[in-house]
């Protein structure tokens, strides 16, 4: 186990005995970010650090993709998120020892992240080599209302005797980098130096670099001011790549030293050096004009107001309790102030993937977002709209129409080497498409106001010019690779080609209920008419002889997978060769199953019951994708229980370590996967009709689920007890109508409550391979 | 054009006039090589030179593969054959001026390989910037009898004045080197410099030097004599990585100075470098010994033996009359002479392919080795069971039982570095036990005498470990990639089905038919049952709605081509990205057609004829493999005009430069096609009976051909004119059986004449796309 030991508590994340051997997910658990800027959550004397960086979004450096045996069109430059000056370290001398919490027996040595007030705090308690007693006290926040902002207040006393201290406070590019994994020379010497400095300055108080990426050219500035309270003298002086303050104070029994730190980032692709210098020192003093307390009080504004529209609540599961409210802070702060920038994989809580973003922030990060904080999604769909160029381009490449969006990148243009899992994976552009839509469907906006309903003309071009109609009339997928990675560049995958249904239908629609728009975009009626014509023929294959949807042509015949043999074997991808598990019946994430949820009328109940126990069986969730879609699968075929077991499994990704690679960052799609088990899986939420629909359970261990979603600006709280499930708008237009196991109800303020339906499978709850239930 | 202008000529290939624009296909043309040794053909003078190399079959460098996205049991080494020093230069200076045929204006410059003599030939004649007229004539030769030998008989004369002359001999490793295909530093850092010098040492009349491989450890020795005529005086000099010998000559009007210089060489994994030196000196005395007439003499007898049993005559095309020989001369050249290496893609005639070996040279050279020079088949068969440990790693690794071999590798592993077309061409492991079949079909021989019994029996387990059956009772190979490079990881591709079918009712009947030795390798008689069963139930997929079988499941409802708008986008995988071809109806090279020729009796007529005209329609030939195959399919339906033009296309590859890229090395499998399409298809010829089929047809340009191959020790000649096939045994046993047209005929010394049938095809001869006809 690499993950902390942390307190279960309703509203703060606590590791009440730090413990230096397991850093690494650590300083990814309490990383702070705004979206912009992303800190990770190292000790402020730097060391032991497993990865310290802080992170900008969008700032990101290029390298060269060479291949042993290249061919047409796969991407020749890789990009990776790069760490900018950091401004964390705080390095302590007492008495001449460094303080290195290794070396010393600490009384208190404690980290809490309070979700409420959006603030990292730490204590710690030691007698130093010279005999006196010490404590630290620190608080560190990256402002959620001042995006270019990082505060650190720095609290030092000398317990009961006197001490000699020295703080050395930097702003650093030299900090413990990102692993870079790769063999590659010409990676290594890209990312691990990417930046050339242009200036580094001191003022007496702090400094400021600028710096500016080798390849890529984004300009970069930091600035760094500090205020000091007690007897203290304090010096700065700028070096190569460096600002160093420092604060040296002769602290009698009893007395404190108190360092407030501010830094300010910021980055452009174009602006020259001295402005980019301006805006960071601007930014500084922007925290400095609002003081520490302000920034503190906007903190908690901010996070209350996030709270009123998001709490999530359950009673009977305190562990539960605290993961979704966890990930919802996280979310809620990867996304909060983003600019021009997606929101990785991993957020800016690690530089893993590279600081790339996939679909899967579409599939499970922006819905969220879309029903809790629009605004926040809507400036992420806007980056996506961005891209659209790049999607061209790579389309043209492929001698493909329309646009097809990349599987991973920082700045919309396809980085991924291995094409059958990317540049295959066209589903990837259903789901880009499907954030659209279901944003515009949720808020009530225009399609248009983000770029919407050209992403879906130009998706749906796509989905014409790959798909086609065989003799039969059957319109077909062939050589593509859905959502599970173990079976891929197969025919007909039945998610990708449901999706592509979905696309076409509503590129369709998009284009005939805004005429004019669609001119614009140079849609025809004919092409209107094609793209219906296709969406009604999509073949769907069907496994008559088992009674189930092959996840794609000829999935069921292929040879099982022998997972009694293999039990010690996973992930499969690590103990076996491609070649070997694309045609064998082994699911590595839900692919059939997350078709089950988001095209769920496309089946019925029958199907659904049969397909999830035939997939639950074969699917052995080497992805952290993959729990929540288990999830709303298992609830959408009448299994709270297994549907529970799965949601703790996708809100605890992080907090237990459960995948081991924390420490590389937090996983953004389980965060905003463990809420939408909740409230799409437990709460049958469906977001895709003209009125809000829910179709509640709750498990036998929960006693009480209660979620809130803004509807089309009306926000709605729902709780969920054995009395039934009873509703209310808290605020917004009023009344909502609102679906509830397929009745429609006018909820107002006053709770409605309707009675809670008995859950009413169709068969047995669904097994799992050995070893592959449910975690935690 | 890149081909150099050569006349056409019976026995001899020679430029009359020699392009030193053309000169990098020349070099591949004009290599001289026994298989154990080979030299590029270039200019004595070293300069221009595109790639001026000696190989060693067998010494070869290694380097990492890297991967931007690796996985699971990608290979993680390459290999490339890498240049041996080389003792081809004899640079000239004739009164201070240093010869570059291109600053002077020769009144003859002309060359030619003399395919009965084993001969490169070069007369040069030029007026000196001093004002002489000088005649350069050199002749060289690769010894076919003392395998390390290399000898150059070098004469200049001053014509009509006097001449101060110096000749600068070189053994040297500072060659102008094989291109390195990659972009990767660690790879041309591991191939550039492959060698370390460890010693080079001088005698007044040559020298020598030993050298090893950094990576690999290969030893190499390399020794040089120089037997001088006239008044001359020699010396020699060993610098860093050469041996220099320098021979001065005052000539008068009329005089001549004659050089011959001796080269030996050897390899060897451990011997140490007094040893390998020794060897090498052993070699260039060895050559001494005989004499320059002596090595001659041998050139001569060695020839007239393999003519007397693999000439090869066609009256109406004398262009074909000369490939035909060239490409026979090559091949048995290539081959003549292996010990412990394979023969690769290009011989020793060019670094292309980094000197790999690929199922081709089982599937188009061996089976004409077997035919012709059953000795040099049998040795590298030798080579090939040799790597069957390499193989069942390989497998092991792949969590396969028995065997797999290397798709491409020069010491038995497997170096690809993109699995699709190499894990998964499965395919290649039928065409390795075919090959050791057919040999032992051919010669009478036991297949155990080289390996073959084990190679039949791992390549079964192969197959019971890939394939598997379904549910209904057929038993199928699922996402794996057939002969069609075009059409990647699909599901029962026809040929690799019928093959594998093959390959187990093979190794079932060859432990039927030895139990000791099936005991020895561990097969029970269960085993046998289960192969059997398996061979049984191979599901071969039939478009019943065309009428056609698809090359794999599905391949007929695949999208068309466009052939008419990609007219100027060929190859197509230079143009189109896999994600694109993969699933489209454009065939690289045959497959479905090679099933026509390798699995005949799998087919009946009709099918057969609609087969071939379906993919003839759709196939765009990208490969050099493809119109051999092409050629004996169309034969097979009885097309012979049709099969002539395709033989033509693949009997000129080299000659006439046809895919462009010659200068990298020969074709070895288009040089082996090129009679197999005279023979199997033109010919009829079928070896996988007891006895020996023949069904000629004669095309309307041809009036007549003959060929000869060696049936279990009997030496037949087949003649077909307009009057009839004539058949006579020439050597060995007789009578022998022969079946022609399905009727057996007792042949012996005195000919047999069968009347020639006349073409029946049952459709029109079929039509390629736009463009893709058959070449030249």
Request: glycine letters at 8%.
């Amino acid at each position: 186990m690499s993950a902390p030991h942390l307190e279960v508590h309703p509203w703060l994340v606590r590791e009440p005995r730090v413990d230096l051997d397991r850093t690494g997910a650590a300083e990814a658990l309490f990383s702070l970010s705004n979206g912009y800027l992303g800190v990770r959550g190292t000790l402020d004397e730097a060391d032991p650090s497993v990865e310290r960086a802080t992170f900008l979004s969008g700032v990101f450096e290029t390298h060269p993709l060479a291949y042993p045996e290249g061919g047409y069109g796969h991407p020749e430059e890789g990009q990776a998120i790069v760490a900018v000056p950091d401004g964390t370290p705080l390095r302590l001398t007492v008495d001449g020892a460094a303080l290195d919490a290794r070396e010393v027996e600490p009384e208190v040595h404690e980290r809490r992240l309070d979700l409420r007030a959006g603030t990292l705090d730490r204590r710690l308690r030691w007698r130093s080599p010279s005999g006196t007693v010490l404590e630290l006290r620190t608080r560190r926040l990256v402002s959620l209302s001042e995006r270019s902002v990082c505060a650190v207040r720095y609290e030092l006393e000398a317990v009961d005797g006197p001490a000699h201290v020295v703080v050395r406070s930097e702003l650093t590019l030299g900090a413990c980098p990102p692993e870079i994994h790769s063999d590659d020379p010409r990676v290594s010497a890209a990312i691990e130096q990417p930046f050339e400095v242009l200036t580094a300055r001191s003022v007496p108080t702090g400094g400021h670099l600028a710096l500016r990426t080798r390849r890529t050219g984004i300009g970069v500035a930091a600035a760094v001011e500090h205020d000091v309270d007690g007897a203290a003298t304090v010096e700065s002086e700028a070096g190569e790549d460096r600002v160093v303050t420092t604060v040296t104070a002769a602290l009698a029994a009893g007395e404190i030293v108190r360092i407030t730190k501010t830094l300010g980032y910021t980055w452009s692709h174009d602006l020259p050096a001295d402005s980019l210098v301006q805006r960071a020192v601007g930014a500084v003093d922007a925290g400095g004009e609002l003081g520490w307390e302000g920034l503190l009080a906007e903190q908690r504004r901010i996070l209350d107001d996030f709270w009123a529209r998001a709490d999530v609540e359950v009673d009977g599961d305190p562990e539960l309790q605290q993961a979704l409210r966890y990930n919802l802070f996280q979310l809620c702060c990867a996304a909060a102030r983003t600019t021009r920038a997606p929101v990785g994989a991993k957020g800016l809580t690690g530089a893993g993937y590279s600081g790339h973003t996939f679909w899967d922030v579409e599939g499970f990060v922006l819905p969220v977002l879309s029903l809790l904080v629009p605004e926040a999604a809507a400036e992420l769909l806007r980056w996506r709209a961005s891209t659209l160029d790049a999607a061209r381009e790579r389309a043209a490449v492929l001698d493909w129409k329309g646009a097809t969006f990349a599987w991973r990148t920082i700045d919309g243009h396809e980085t991924s080497a291995y094409w059958p899992a990317s540049t295959a994976a066209v589903h990837v552009n259903a789901a880009v498409s499907r954030a659209f839509w279901v944003h515009a469907n949720v808020t009530g906006t225009s399609l248009d106001e983000l770029g919407g309903r050209e992403v879906l003309v130009e998706t749906a071009r796509l989905w014409m010019s790959i798909g086609h109609e065989d003799a039969e009339g059957g319109w077909h997928l062939l050589g593509v690779t859905g959502p599970d990675e173990y079976t891929g560049v197969v025919d007909d995958n039945v998610f990708t080609n449901l999706m592509a249904r979905r696309n076409l239908i509503r590129a369709a629609d998009a284009c005939e209920s805004a005429p004019q728009r669609a001119r614009e975009l140079g849609v025809t009626a004919e092409e209107v008419r094609a793209w219906r014509a296709a969406a009604d023929a999509v073949h769907i294959p069907w496994d008559d002889h088992r009674g189930v949807h092959p996840a794609n042509a000829g999935f069921t015949t292929y040879r099982e997978w022998r997972f009694a043999d293999k039990r010690d074997s996973y992930p499969v991808e690590e103990h076996n060769h491609y070649a070997k598990f694309y045609r064998r019946q082994v699911v590595k994430q839900a692919d059939l199953e997350l078709a089950l949820w988001w095209c769920r009328e496309d089946f019925t109940d029958e199907e659904a019951a049969a397909d999830l126990e035939y997939y639950e069986a074969r699917t052995v969730r080497d992805s952290s994708l993959s729990a929540s879609a288990q999830a709303v699968a298992c609830a959408v075929a009448q299994h709270p229980d297994l549907a529970l077991r799965y949601l703790r499994e996708t809100a605890l990704v992080d907090l237990r370590d459960i995948q081991e690679d924390t420490a590389e960052g937090l996983h953004m799609a389980s965060l905003g996967g463990s809420w939408l088990a909740l409230t799409a899986g437990l709460g049958g939420l469906r977001e895709i009709g003209d009125e809000l629909e829910l179709a509640p359970l709750l498990p036998a261990r929960l006693s009480r689920t209660c979620f809130r979603v803004t509807w089309r600006g009306s926000l709605l709280r729902v709780e969920t007890t054995a009395g039934g499930t009873t509703l209310s708008v808290l605020d917004g237009p009023a009344p909502l109508g609102v679906v509830v196991d397929g009745v429609r109800h006018e909820v107002g303020e006053v709770p409605v409550t309707v009675p809670l339906r008995d859950p009413a499978p169709l068969r047995a709850e669904p097994t799992q391979p050995a070893g592959r239930e449910p975690r935690v």
